[in-house]
Every structure is written in structure tokens, then in C-alpha cells.
């Protein structure tokens, strides 16, 4: 069973401060990661994709990728309120079209 | 980012009856399409894939007959949950991908489904 491994939080961080988000995955043959934020009630929002090892940067996101320790993880810069919510990291089968998700991390940002 | 369109975004039915739900990619063309629940405070769970022009795929344990699916073209996906339960009151939501090998998956806005 190919899994995806996410702290389930709350992870608390004060306003203004870096948030990190991290992310284990088992599909040693997976080249496609993301990282979807989801408010309560509301469906999945791709944030960030990465394909490669190293770093991409995207506003105040960067997304870090490891394939040789398979791990992926997502800093938030500047956390502003309107970060909170769940942080589902994903990796795509190496063998199946299907995206697994990680069941979520909770991120709160305090004012 | 590509737009997956999800239809109705909220529903309230009888035991018994059966509700239909849509899933359609707007400006692009999905050969697959996947349908996930979601329980309140749970994650994501996958219950199949939907190959347009095939049948659909389903995860261990999602009854086939009870959750039909179909994939009659490239932008549209339909879910159908039939003889619905109290049980069956969930969050489903559909996404979809392009084709190519990295390929993000793109999420419809979701159906709240309440059995009552």
C-alpha cells in the first residue's frame, strides 16, 4: 500500500512568521508532488507543484523536494491569518494515473 | 489553473432515492476523472477512477452498485449514488487531470450530499 505521511497538526505559528510543512512518501518511483490547501467545507487548491530536487519558490510558498529521502515539504513566508487551514501533500503513483493524498495537516496562524 | 466544474454543490434527499452528481472540466479535456469523500475532520478518500469510454475503477471496499459511475465523454464524469443511506451524507468532490506526465489534478468545488 503506497502512503503518504503528514504530521496531522495543529500546527500553530504566530502571524509573520515561517510556517513548515512536511511530508513522507513511500512511492520510491513517484516524480510528481504537490501541495493542495483546503479551507473547512470547501474543496481541495493546488498551491504548489514540484517534479524536481531542490527548491521552487512561488510568492511567499517555496516547495522542497528529496527523492532520495522521500520528502517533500512547504514553507509559508509572512503567515498571514488567511493561511490557516489543512495542508494535504500529495504524490502522484508511479504505476496508476491516481494522486494519493496525505491525510492533512492543520496549520492555525496566530495574530 | 485548469477549472473542473461540480454540479449540485449542495443536495438534500430522501432514503432511498438515488442523487446524480457532475463533474465536468471546463477548458480542458480529462481522460481521467477521480471521485473522493470526505467525512467532516477526515481526509481525503479516493473510491475510484473514471476512465472516459471504460468502466470506471474502484478502490477496496466502494461498492460498484451502489456508487455507478459513468464517463461518457472527455469533459464530463457523472456519480451517481444510488438507494442513498443516512450513512452516505458526506462531502464528495471530483477532480480531474490533464493528460501528460505531470500532471496536477484540478478539484471540482465538491457536493454536499445529506441523506435524511
Known amino acids: 500500500q503506497k502512503e503518504v505521511e503528514q504530521n496531522s497538526g495543529p500546527l500553530s505559528v504566530p502571524e509573520g512568521a515561517i510556517a513548515s510543512l512536511n511530508c513522507t512518501y513511500s512511492?520510491?518511483?513517484?516524480?510528481?508532488f504537490f501541495w493542495y490547501r483546503q479551507y473547512s467545507g470547501k474543496s481541495p487548491e493546488l498551491i504548489m507543484s514540484?517534479?524536481?530536487?531542490g527548491d521552487k519558490e512561488d510568492g511567499r510558498f517555496t516547495a522542497q523536494l528529496n527523492k532520495a529521502s522521500q520528502y517533500v515539504s512547504l514553507l509559508i513566508r509572512d503567515s498571514q491569518p488567511s493561511d490557516s487551514a489543512t495542508y494535504l501533500c500529495?504524490?502522484?503513483?508511479?504505476?496508476?494515473?491516481?494522486?494519493?493524498f496525505g491525510s492533512g495537516t492543520r496549520l492555525s496562524i496566530r495574530p | 489553473g485548469a477549472v473542473v466544474s461540480q454540479h449540485p454543490s449542495r443536495v438534500i434527499c430522501k432514503s432511498g432515492t438515488s442523487v446524480k452528481i457532475e463533474c465536468r472540466s471546463l477548458?480542458?479535456?480529462?481522460?481521467?476523472m477521480f471521485w473522493y469523500r470526505q467525512f467532516p475532520k477526515q481526509s481525503l478518500m479516493l473510491m475510484a477512477t473514471?476512465?472516459?469510454?471504460?468502466?470506471?475503477?474502484?478502490e477496496q471496499g466502494v461498492e460498484k452498485d451502489k456508487f455507478l459511475i459513468n464517463h461518457a465523454s472527455l469533459t464530463l464524469s457523472t456519480l451517481t449514488v444510488t438507494s442513498a443511506h443516512p450513512e452516505d451524507s458526506s462531502f464528495y468532490i471530483c477532480?480531474?487531470?490533464?493528460?501528460?506526465?505531470?500532471?496536477?489534478?484540478?478539484f471540482g468545488q465538491g457536493t454536499r450530499l445529506t441523506v435524511v
Open positions: 477532480s480531474a487531470h490533464q493528460a501528460g506526465t505531470n500532471t496536477e489534478a484540478f
Open positions: 512511492d520510491r518511483g513517484s516524480q510528481s
Open positions: 514540484i517534479y524536481s530536487n
Open positions: 500529495a504524490v502522484k503513483d508511479s504505476s496508476a494515473s491516481k494522486i494519493i
Open positions: 477548458d480542458f479535456q480529462a481522460t481521467t
Open positions: 473514471s476512465n472516459e469510454g471504460s468502466k470506471a475503477t474502484y
